[in-house]
């Protein structure tokens, strides 16, 4: 079971939260909450957690704040944003520091579940920590192309996540290459 | 050729240089046509005057002729008085010389005769008194002699019988009195010299008025032409005397002695017209006559043309530089004022292409009132009132409209709205109302579409407002109405106007659902013809009353104001408005059957939003 941890303002969101989603279907549990970026830290240094996922305005710490903090706690901690409207200057700012993926509110079921299953497919096939992700934002590039590569994500969503990263997919034909690891080959690094 | 592409481009459409050549054209054919006639009537004068005083030295020389014929007349006359003159003559004529030397001696011995009634001595002393006279001549019609005394003083006594000699018949001729010397004379006295002219008087018996004899005086043309000294500096040609058979008996120029004069048909003079009046022009002269006829000769002024023509060059050259001047003033002032006047509508003319092209700040620098003054300050004064307009009405307009907007859009804080909602929907789903968390979600959705701007509104993005908005209303009225959205992926990057399909949604919910039964359906199909992409909004409703359609589609037309049918009269006019009027929305409908809304876009790029 993958641990999860929620933060927002507001409480009923928290608690909806815990409800739209069936979080064991994912082999994750929701371990804990909080309502403020510091109590949140706190909680988190006590007791780190797989997944994080957090609003960007909040009193006493914002979200972007707690991923910095959190981070040095955690490195390999996975974050999912939730934001409000019109916040894109935050949501470019916690893209850089290496995010799954962004929820504008209204919240899209499907595409928290979509996130979620790629999420803890992700954390499956991690043996060891992802300390050579030299750019955070291409962690949110990568998620989002291989749930497009994979049929994973919502055209709407995928559309609106493509223009804000700035990924232009206007030209008629797309190339996919795909790469196999064949294993390792005595003498070779 | 030429001719033609001057014309094109100078004159073609060009008013100014029209005037201006027509006046100029004008001014100098009528300058050109006033010096000519006073240059002809000025030269006209000048003849007339030079060839006046020819005629008065004309008549000068014919005076002087007669005077000289009176003189030789008198002569006679004077030989006649005196007796013994006349006696000694009368011997002379009928003797030999020595003869009459002997009866002279005799005379003197005997009669203490005069001196004086020598007659040889007589004749010196007229020569002396007479300088002109080249030669003297007495004849003798019965001895048929001739008895000369020339200039110097000699005497001699020359035969003339008839058998050996014309003379005779010469002197039985008759001849006019004044000729020139007779050939056979001059012959006979060795006498060549051209330049004489002859007298002759008959001498007559006084008493038996029996013809002696005559009586030939020669004199030299010379004294003609020294008569003429008073004239010599204002004459100009020259002025000939000629005998009746037209030998030059006087040239004042020395030209034409002992040659026939060319200008003049001798034979045709005589019979002339004697009157003062008679100016020919012949072969480049001026040709002056006056005919003597009783005495037989004719007295010619000739001017030649050129000569004429220097009395009057200077007048002419004076007139042709003041029609010169004249002309270039005539042209050039007004050609100045034209070209100015030309450049002043030019410019009002750049003026009024500048403002064509979209420049309303342009204005004309014209300080004058004149009539282009008057234009151009009428112009500037359109503009201004003209841009005044645009700020007061149509620029005012978009701002009043454009913060309307963003008041409305103040108004609501979305981040409230939005915060709310999503509290409120996850409350809903944690208290198991999905579909109520559904549908908050749907309005959610709407909301943000409706407030936020995109660049690029595409028809998918009014799509998708169009099936949120329906899918609200689907689970508020708890599925007694399905909708199905028909549109080919194709048009799905189409750009159009935001709001354009959604009023009409909504005017199927608000007007045309029947609640009261659940096979309510809605179908939007979009599908291209020609150059236009429709969107077919059908439904099975209550459908419009046909005079209510006719009404509606009335007040379509209408520019949009505030009322009744908001959404469907500002989707029509703002589609009008921004593609043309082929495009806008379409109303079918049939009472209790359902309504047909049809909504064309252009196909082509649109204009945008």
């Given at each position: 079971?993958?641990?999860?941890?929620?933060?927002?303002?507001?409480?009923?969101?928290?608690?909806?939260?815990?409800?739209?989603?069936?979080?064991?279907?994912?082999?994750?549990?929701?371990?804990?909450?909080?309502?403020?970026?510091?109590?949140?830290?706190?909680?988190?240094?006590?007791?780190?957690?797989?997944?994080?996922?957090?609003?960007?305005?909040?009193?006493?710490?914002?979200?972007?704040?707690?991923?910095?903090?959190?981070?040095?706690?955690?490195?390999?901690?996975?974050?999912?944003?939730?934001?409000?409207?019109?916040?894109?200057?935050?949501?470019?700012?916690?893209?850089?520091?290496?995010?799954?993926?962004?929820?504008?509110?209204?919240?899209?079921?499907?595409?928290?579940?979509?996130?979620?299953?790629?999420?803890?497919?992700?954390?499956?096939?991690?043996?060891?920590?992802?300390?050579?992700?030299?750019?955070?934002?291409?962690?949110?590039?990568?998620?989002?192309?291989?749930?497009?590569?994979?049929?994973?994500?919502?055209?709407?969503?995928?559309?609106?996540?493509?223009?804000?990263?700035?990924?232009?997919?206007?030209?008629?034909?797309?190339?996919?290459?795909?790469?196999?690891?064949?294993?390792?080959?005595?003498?070779?690094? | 050729?030429?001719?033609?592409?001057?014309?094109?481009?100078?004159?073609?459409?060009?008013?100014?240089?029209?005037?201006?050549?027509?006046?100029?054209?004008?001014?100098?054919?009528?300058?050109?046509?006033?010096?000519?006639?006073?240059?002809?009537?000025?030269?006209?004068?000048?003849?007339?005057?030079?060839?006046?005083?020819?005629?008065?030295?004309?008549e000068h020389v014919d005076r002087y002729i007669h005077q000289q014929y009176e003189s030789v007349q008198n002569m006679v006359r004077d030989m006649h008085q005196n007796e013994a003159l006349s006696a000694n003559i009368t011997y002379l004529m009928n003797h030999s010389y020595a003869e009459y030397v002997q009866h002279m001696t005799n005379g003197y011995y005997a009669n203490q005769d005069d001196y004086s009634a020598d007659v040889l001595k007589h004749f010196q002393n007229i020569m002396d008194r007479n300088s002109q006279i080249n030669q003297l001549m007495l004849y003798s019609a019965e001895q048929q002699d001739l008895s000369t005394f020339n200039q110097h003083k000699q005497f001699r006594k020359l035969d003339a019988?008839?058998?050996?000699?014309?003379i005779p018949?010469v002197m039985a001729m008759e001849t006019p009195n004044i000729s020139a010397p007779n050939?056979w004379i001059r012959?006979e006295i060795?006498q060549?010299d051209?330049a004489l002219y002859s007298i002759r008087v008959p001498i007559n018996n006084t008493q038996t008025l029996r013809n002696l004899g005559q009586f030939l005086v020669f004199f030299d043309s010379e004294g003609i032409g020294n008569a003429l000294d008073?004239?010599?500096?204002?004459?100009?040609?020259?002025?000939?005397v000629?005998s009746a058979?037209?030998?030059?008996l006087f040239?004042?120029?020395?030209?034409?002695?002992?040659?026939?004069?060319?200008?003049?048909?001798?034979?045709?003079?005589?019979?002339?017209?004697?009157?003062?009046?008679?100016?020919?022009?012949?072969?480049?002269?001026?040709?002056?006559?006056?005919?003597s006829a009783d005495q037989g000769y004719?007295v010619?002024?000739?001017?030649?043309?050129?000569?004429?023509?220097?009395?009057?060059?200077?007048?002419?050259?004076?007139?042709?530089?003041?029609?010169?001047?004249?002309?270039?003033?005539?042209?050039?002032?007004?050609?100045?004022?034209?070209?100015?006047?030309?450049?002043?509508?030019?410019?009002?003319?750049?003026?009024?292409?500048?403002?064509?092209?979209?420049?309303?700040?342009?204005?004309?620098?014209?300080?004058?009132?004149?009539?282009?003054?008057?234009?151009?300050?009428?112009?500037?004064?359109?503009?201004?009132?003209?841009?005044?307009?645009?700020?007061?009405?149509?620029?005012?307009?978009?701002?009043?409209?454009?913060?309307?907007?963003?008041?409305?859009?103040?108004?609501?804080?979305?981040?409230?709205?939005?915060?709310?909602?999503?509290?409120?929907?996850?409350?809903?789903?944690?208290?198991?109302?999905?579909?109520?968390?559904?549908?908050?979600?749907?309005?959610?959705?709407?909301?943000?579409?409706?407030?936020?701007?995109?660049?690029?509104?595409?028809?998918?993005?009014?799509?998708?407002?169009?099936?949120?908005?329906?899918?609200?209303?689907?689970?508020?009225?708890?599925?007694?109405?399905?909708?199905?959205?028909?549109?080919?992926?194709?048009?799905?990057?189409?750009?159009?106007?935001?709001?354009?399909?959604?009023?009409?949604?909504?005017?199927?919910?608000?007007?045309?659902?029947?609640?009261?039964?659940?096979?309510?359906?809605?179908?939007?199909?979009?599908?291209?013809?020609?150059?236009?992409?429709?969107?077919?909004?059908?439904?099975?409703?209550?459908?419009?009353?046909?005079?209510?359609?006719?009404?509606?589609?009335?007040?379509?037309?209408?520019?949009?104001?505030?009322?009744?049918?908001?959404?469907?009269?500002?989707?029509?006019?703002?589609?009008?408005?921004?593609?043309?009027?082929?495009?806008?929305?379409?109303?079918?409908?049939?009472?209790?059957?359902?309504?047909?809304?049809?909504?064309?876009?252009?196909?082509?790029?649109?204009?945008?939003?």
């Amino acid at each position: 079971m993958y641990k999860v941890f929620i933060v927002d303002d507001e409480p009923f969101i928290i608690e909806g939260l815990y409800d739209i989603v069936d979080w064991s279907s994912f082999g994750m549990e929701i371990v804990s909450h909080a309502g403020n970026g510091q109590a949140a830290l706190q909680a988190l240094t006590s007791q780190p957690v797989d997944i994080l996922i957090t609003d960007i305005s909040m009193p006493l710490m914002n979200g972007l704040d707690l991923i910095r903090e959190a981070r040095r706690v955690k490195p390999e901690l996975k974050v999912i944003i939730l934001s409000g409207f019109n916040e894109f200057e935050y949501l470019k700012e916690g893209m850089q520091l290496g995010i799954e993926n962004y929820l504008l509110k209204p919240i899209n079921v499907e595409e928290l579940e979509s996130t979620l299953s790629n999420t803890a497919s992700k954390l499956d096939h991690t043996l060891s920590p992802q300390a050579d992700d030299a750019y955070g934002i291409q962690i949110l590039k990568d998620n989002i192309l291989h749930r497009w590569l994979t049929g994973q994500i919502a055209a709407t969503e995928f559309e609106e996540r493509a223009q804000f990263m700035n990924l232009s997919l206007d030209a008629p034909d797309v190339a996919v290459a795909i790469l196999r690891d064949k294993g390792q080959v005595p003498g070779m690094v | 050729m030429k001719i033609v592409s001057v014309y094109n481009n100078f004159f073609k459409n060009n008013m100014f240089m029209k005037m201006l050549l027509i006046f100029s054209m004008i001014s100098i054919v009528t300058i050109i046509t006033l010096s000519y006639i006073i240059f002809l009537s000025v030269s006209d004068s000048t003849i007339r005057r030079e060839l006046a005083i020819q005629k008065a030295a004309m008549e000068h020389v014919d005076r002087y002729i007669h005077q000289q014929y009176e003189s030789v007349q008198n002569m006679v006359r004077d030989m006649h008085q005196n007796e013994a003159l006349s006696a000694n003559i009368t011997y002379l004529m009928n003797h030999s010389y020595a003869e009459y030397v002997q009866h002279m001696t005799n005379g003197y011995y005997a009669n203490q005769d005069d001196y004086s009634a020598d007659v040889l001595k007589h004749f010196q002393n007229i020569m002396d008194r007479n300088s002109q006279i080249n030669q003297l001549m007495l004849y003798s019609a019965e001895q048929q002699d001739l008895s000369t005394f020339n200039q110097h003083k000699q005497f001699r006594k020359l035969d003339a019988n008839v058998a050996h000699s014309y003379i005779p018949d010469v002197m039985a001729m008759e001849t006019p009195n004044i000729s020139a010397p007779n050939y056979w004379i001059r012959k006979e006295i060795n006498q060549w010299d051209p330049a004489l002219y002859s007298i002759r008087v008959p001498i007559n018996n006084t008493q038996t008025l029996r013809n002696l004899g005559q009586f030939l005086v020669f004199f030299d043309s010379e004294g003609i032409g020294n008569a003429l000294d008073n004239y010599e500096s204002n004459l100009k040609g020259e002025i000939v005397v000629l005998s009746a058979k037209g030998t030059v008996l006087f040239d004042s120029n020395n030209h034409y002695y002992g040659k026939k004069y060319p200008y003049v048909n001798v034979a045709d003079s005589l019979f002339d017209q004697t009157d003062m009046d008679s100016m020919k022009k012949e072969q480049n002269m001026y040709v002056n006559k006056f005919v003597s006829a009783d005495q037989g000769y004719v007295v010619i002024g000739t001017v030649p043309v050129e000569e004429m023509a220097e009395t009057y060059a200077g007048i002419r050259n004076t007139i042709i530089s003041i029609s010169i001047v004249c002309i270039l003033f005539a042209v050039l002032v007004p050609a100045f004022f034209i070209i100015n006047f030309a450049k002043r509508t030019r410019r009002i003319i750049r003026f009024t292409q500048k403002v064509k092209y979209g420049n309303l700040t342009a204005r004309i620098d014209d300080a004058r009132d004149d009539e282009l003054g008057q234009i151009s300050h009428s112009f500037n004064d359109m503009l201004d009132e003209l841009n005044l307009y645009i700020e007061r009405v149509y620029k005012a307009e978009i701002k009043q409209k454009e913060t309307e907007l963003v008041a409305l859009q103040a108004r609501i804080n979305p981040h409230f709205l939005y915060n709310t909602l999503e509290v409120i929907r996850m409350r809903a789903i944690s208290q198991g109302a999905r579909d109520v968390g559904e549908m908050i979600y749907s309005l959610s959705v709407l909301f943000k579409s409706l407030v936020q701007q995109k660049k690029n509104y595409t028809l998918k993005d009014e799509m998708e407002a169009c099936r949120l908005y329906l899918e609200l209303f689907r689970i508020r009225y708890k599925d007694i109405f399905i909708y199905t959205i028909q549109i080919d992926a194709a048009y799905y990057q189409h750009p159009v106007v935001k709001l354009s399909l959604q009023p009409i949604i909504e005017n199927y919910v608000v007007h045309g659902i029947q609640t009261e039964r659940s096979d309510n359906r809605l179908s939007i199909v979009v599908e291209e013809t020609d150059d236009v992409v429709q969107v077919e909004v059908r439904d099975n409703g209550k459908g419009i009353d046909p005079a209510r359609l006719t009404e509606i589609l009335e007040e379509l037309e209408r520019p949009e104001e505030s009322g009744q049918m908001f959404g469907l009269r500002s989707v029509h006019s703002r589609l009008r408005f921004l593609y043309g009027p082929e495009f806008g929305i379409t109303i079918e409908s049939t009472l209790g059957e359902g309504t047909r809304i049809r909504v064309r876009y252009p196909h082509t790029e649109g204009t945008g939003v």
